[in-house]
């Protein structure tokens, strides 16, 4: 452990700090300082996203941030934290379901173009049309020929969102095989975590690989220059969302100065 400053005894010896250092054993002082300067960076944060907001609700602006990552990459997560602070009128969080029989009629994108933000609202995506370019494939839940076209249009889709003046965020929250796993047990020793559990959960670290090639294909093909992805690494939550909310923040040019 490290020498202690003033500063440090300061924050352990807060509410938080205290909460922090004497919610799980062992202690660990390390780990609740760390504690107390995430949820100090956090609230900083939060901060700017509610003059995000403003912004993009004063100017009209259209705002869609994409989620997308492995099962138990803290996607829900990173989300909350992203949205509990700012105006819920002027945001929506999108998890469509499977397709009911007359969507699978329909073009791909045509659901989610429907999900697509009005004036001044901002809209986040917990996985979007990009489970055709992974889930889907790796599942059997398309065919080669649907999974073909989707890649084939994908890009021509989010060159017309941003040509409408949306903008546009790609994050894909990365964690490895190991700490998946380790997740995945944490929420089936947890009754209060159980009913995140689900088939496709069960079958993730056995498709690890097919899962791995579809991803790196998707990268390949959808990273554009007009709408790249960001990568997050999220072994460690805790770091991963400010990461997330930072990246956001850098990737909307709103202004800084503009009084909440």
Not at 11 to 29: F, H, I, Q, R, T
Not at 221 to 234: H, L
Request: one cysteine or more; charged letters at 30%.
């Amino acid at each position: 452990m490290k020498k202690l400053t003033k500063s440090d005894l300061k924050k352990l010896n807060s509410k938080k700090g205290l909460l922090a250092l004497l919610s799980k054993e062992p202690l660990n002082v390390d780990r609740a300082l760390r504690f107390v300067n995430y949820e100090k960076k956090l609230k900083e944060l939060q901060v700017e996203l509610i003059r995000l907001q403003t912004w993009a609700i004063k100017n009209n602006e259209r705002i869609i941030v994409v989620f997308q990552g492995r099962d138990a990459a803290g996607k829900g997560g990173a989300i909350r934290r992203v949205t509990e602070r700012i105006n819920p009128r002027f945001m929506r969080i999108v998890a469509l379901p499977k397709p009911t029989e007359d969507e699978k009629s329909q073009w791909y994108f045509q659901r989610y173009v429907e999900q697509l933000p009005k004036a001044g609202e901002m809209v986040f995506f917990d996985r979007s049309w990009y489970n055709r370019a992974v889930v889907e494939p790796v599942n059997d839940f398309c065919t080669p020929k649907e999974y073909d076209i989707f890649m084939n249009q994908v890009n021509d889709f989010e060159r017309m969102i941003l040509e409408s003046g949306i903008h546009l965020v790609k994050i894909y929250m990365s964690i490895s095989k190991k700490e998946q796993a380790k997740r995945f047990a944490d929420i089936k020793s947890d009754p209060l975590k159980q009913w995140k559990m689900t088939k496709l959960d069960e079958k993730a670290q056995d498709l690890w690989e097919q899962y791995t090639e579809y991803k790196n294909a998707m990268f390949q093909r959808t990273n554009t220059k007009i709408s790249p992805w960001k990568i997050i690494r999220a072994n460690r939550k805790t770091e991963a969302r400010v990461n997330v909310i930072n990246h956001i923040l850098q990737s909307i040019p709103y202004d800084k100065n503009l009084e909440i």
